[in-house]
């Protein structure tokens, strides 16, 4: 039962903090983190053609790019179609 509650507590408070994982991976100089789904499922971009790249260096984190280029969050909220 204590797992359940704190697998709850997880889900309430940041699911990434409570699932980090402390492996290393080539060119990130932080924690790797594990996430219940994969960030770019659940992160939008309104910018023409934009793409969106998972990055698990330091938490959840959904990247968009233009081509090879990566977008603000501004750019990404800004544009329109």
């Not at 699911?15 to 990130?28: H, I, K, P, V, W």
């Not at 983190?33 to 971009?45: D, I």
């Amino acid at each position: 039962m204590k797992g359940l509650c704190l697998f709850a507590a997880c889900l309430l408070l940041s699911a990434s903090n409570c699932f980090a994982a402390s492996l290393t991976r080539s060119g990130c100089a932080g924690q790797v983190f594990n996430c219940f789904v994969n960030p770019c499922s659940v992160s939008q971009c309104s910018y023409p053609g934009s793409h969106c790249i998972a990055d698990y260096c330091g938490g959840c984190n959904a990247v968009w790019y233009d081509g090879h280029t990566k977008l603000s969050a501004q750019q990404c909220s800004t544009a329109t179609t």
